[in-house]
């Protein structure tokens, strides 16, 4: 049996707001195991982002525990959060949040080299290579089109090796056939790394690609299984 990459146990989110305290996730218990393929779905506003903001460290439980790769992050302060963050964890998201003054190459060496690797740019044009973008190192963002910028953040997001890969609608800015290539070359990705991967998607069709659905609706998970997805 895989081991357990990503626990959550009766973890609340609640927010300020000039209005009151909003509940934003309402006791949530998730188990993913090593390997998963994960899709997340739910109408605008159920907490599907907020629940990947929490499993990235970004964002604090405000009630519950948060364990990743069997670190409790209620343990940790914001720097180890990054830290941990940087090594294990992979991110993508609808904007491709790519650093405009920079070529593909150095964003994909960022964080790299902030993890001290002596061979950053080589990992990065590597990383870049698998993606269909080795004739596109030295070019910025603003030269590259909706498809290309995300395929350079997906080589951000894999070129450490990541454990776990968390993916916030990656196709959301991109046409149709765009889209498809996108997705295609992560789940790409994702098999050749055996990366345990967390998809949020508003798509019926690409999540059911995923051998795993959990459906949120108003901050609380309502389904959990194989077939969620054919709820909608």
Known sequence: MSAEVIRLNGVDLTLPASSGPVEILKGIDLA???GEMLSVVGPS???????MMLIAGLERATGGSVVI???DFSGLNEDALARFRRD???VVFQDFHLIPTMTALENVAVPLEFAGRGDAFDRAAESLKQVGLGHRLTHYPGQLSGGEQQRVALARAFAPAPAILLADEPTGNLDGETGRQVIDLLFEMQSKH???????THDPALAERCGRQVRLRDGRIEADG?????AE
Do not use: F, Y
């Open 194 to 200: 055996e990366t345990t991967l967390l998809l949020i």
């Open 32 to 34: 993913v195991s090593a």
């Open 69 to 71: 790769e069997g670190v």
């Open 45 to 51: 506003g159920s907490g599907k982002s907020s629940m």
């Open 226 to 230: 194989a077939n969620a997805a054919a």
């Open 88 to 90: 294990r964890v992979g």
